[in-house]
């Protein structure tokens, strides 16, 4: 299949909302998880997370519409108009019929949700909102991308758990190879740090709950992991041809080359320990780019920091690259601001892309003796290392595997 070129990023996530403010801190391999304080959360078995508290000195939204949508939907269209701002693109010189949006979350926005059922609750229906029934539900932030910016063409949304926006970026490369749009605007996000959202996610049973340590208590691969932490935001990618990009002399940050998923279809949430459908999808990946496992340069890590989930990665990336996989420098740079779910994969495309234009691996942090040896996990500071090709890996509860291969422009094939 042919290549997509990237030329656009935007990012908001606890580690800094712009791609400039957003590269400074991971490649210094900050933490930014903290304990909650945007409401009582201590009774939480987890209640410690990744958060964003100046949005609004970044936003050009209208109080207006902001009364109407859910921080997810609000982070989407931060980040969105972000991405379009990094690629030069004026929205309003596009066909709208062919322009789409392919956006992925795992629980949908339920701060408005959670406010409205308390007042359905105090006061009765009066109480209640009318844009409740659309600001809470997974492919809102979709649609209000799609209304502000006039966007009519064919757009999707993913709700797959964890992988969901990367598998939102591997169906929207797969629609532009196939020339049905022009452009289309890819990512995911997430706002978990609610009330009832915290407490679906600790029911979960993969939640840290070092609460006394909050900087350290993500440590995937970490011998004495935990469990994840959860974190906010959102992460989008200007998405275009290679030919348009040529004609309007545009810069193409990365090209999105190969993608592959696959479903263990064990249990309805842990994976398969033999990481065997995990491998599948990351050989699909490396086939459809047309590369060999030795061409990769890099791996961007899931990185749950659940025995169970880092033993299976690890298991995959063995089987697929065999004695090389010691050799490929790796990471996870989530442990420095929190597992952003359905946003996940996004972000670290958005950190991938970063990494290969300065030619520095951000670090997993807290990772101090691994868990499982023989790996280069890049741990507790940055390293200067050019990143031609890297490999994207997403994972998501019932098994759901994803994995993306992106390249740098003018690496030699």
């Known amino acids: ?243 348009r990009i040529k004609s309007r002399k545009a810069k193409a940050l990365a090209y999105i080359s190969g993608y592959g998923t696959s479903c263990d279809g064990i249990d309805r949430i842990n994976p398969a320990g033999d990481g065997i459908q995990l491998a599948r999808a990351i050989r699909m990946a490396l086939s459809d780019a047309r590369l060999n496992p030795a061409d990769i340069d890099y791996i961007s890590l899931d990185g749950l920091a659940v025995d169970i989930w880092d033993d299976s990665e690890i298991r995959a990336i063995k089987s697929v690259f065999q004695g090389k996989a010691g050799e490929i420098p790796m990471s996870c740079p989530k442990s420095m601001f929190g597992n952003l779910l359905g946003a996940s994969g996004a972000v670290d495309l958005v950190a991938t892309v970063l990494a290969m234009e300065n030619d520095l691996i951000p670090p997993t942090i807290n990772l101090e003796v691994p868990a499982v040896n023989g790996l280069d996990y890049v741990a507790g500071k940055a390293r200067e290392h050019k990143i031609g090709r890297a490999l994207i890996i997403s994972r998501g509860r019932g098994g759901i595997n994803s994995a993306l291969v992106v390249e740098k422009p003018d690496t030699p094939r």
């Open 1 to 243: 299949m042919d290549k997509i070129a990237i030329t656009g990023i935007g990012i908001v996530s606890p580690s800094g909302i712009g791609k400039r403010q957003f590269w400074a801190n991971i490649k210094s391999g900050r933490p930014f998880i903290k304990k909650i304080t945007r409401f009582d959360s201590a009774r939480y078995p987890s209640h410690i997370a990744g958060q964003i508290d100046d949005l609004e000195k970044y936003s050009h939204i209208s109080e207006r519409l902001l009364k109407k949508i859910d921080a997810f939907s609000h982070m989407a269209l931060v980040a969105s108009e972000m991405s379009l701002q990094d690629a030069g693109i004026d929205i309003k010189t596009e066909d709208p019929n062919l322009v789409g949006i392919f956006l992925g979350n795992a629980i949908g926005g339920w701060l408005y949700a959670e406010t409205e059922l308390r007042d359905l609750y105090l006061e009765g229906r009066e109480g209640v909102s009318p844009y409740m029934a659309s600001a809470w539900f997974p492919a809102a932030p979709q649609g209000q991308v799609s209304i502000y910016y006039g966007i009519k063409g064919f757009s999707k949304t993913v709700v797959a758990d964890r992988a969901g926006s990367l598998m939102a970026i591997g169906y929207a490369r797969r629609v532009l190879a196939e020339n049905k749009l022009n452009m289309i605007i890819a990512g995911g996000m997430e706002a978990p740090v609610t009330p009832y959202a915290l407490l679906c996610c600790n029911t979960y049973g993969a939640l840290s709950r070092d609460n006394e340590h909050p900087e350290s208590a993500y440590r995937p691969f970490d011998k004495d992991r935990s469990g994840f932490v959860i974190g906010e935001g959102a992460g989008i990618v200007v998405l275009e041809g290679l030919e």
